[in-house]
């Protein structure tokens, strides 16, 4: 399996920015269908992006769409999350994951990182 750590999380204003990044190790990244998840206290894991093998198709959360972007750079073995206008419903812990097929579903992903707090601040 490959192990995922993710960073780039912190306390940011409302309508800011911040970019998370997901090293991989044991594996390279390019094995794997790469996705964001987020959980917020109290809330079920829930789906955020996916990428595909090759980056050349993505998809997003009516919630994140056109905020958020998904992108990797499998010579870097990295993924990233690049997150624009901030919203305090966008506070979460945010979890990279690595799995065999373009789902959306977290079943579908058999390896996590260990998460990394996102905070949105009004």
């Known amino acids: 399996q490959v192990q995922l750590v993710e960073s780039g999380g912190g306390l940011v204003q409302a309508g800011g920015s911040l970019r998370l990044s997901c090293a991989a190790s044991g594996r390279t990244v390019s094995m794997y269908v790469m996705g964001w998840f987020r959980q917020a206290p109290g809330k079920e894991r829930e789906f955020v992006a996916v990428i595909n093998w090759s980056g050349s198709s993505t998809l997003y959360a009516n919630s994140v769409k056109g905020r958020f972007t998904i992108s990797r750079d499998n010579a870097k073995n990295t993924v990233y999350l690049q997150m624009n206008s901030l919203k305090p419903e966008d506070t979460a812990v945010y979890y990279c994951?690595?799995?065999?097929?373009?789902?959306?579903?977290?079943?579908?992903?058999?390896?996590w990182g260990q998460g990394t707090q996102v905070t949105v601040s009004s």
């Open positions: 994951a690595g799995g065999s097929y373009y789902s959306v579903e977290r079943e579908a992903f058999g390896s």
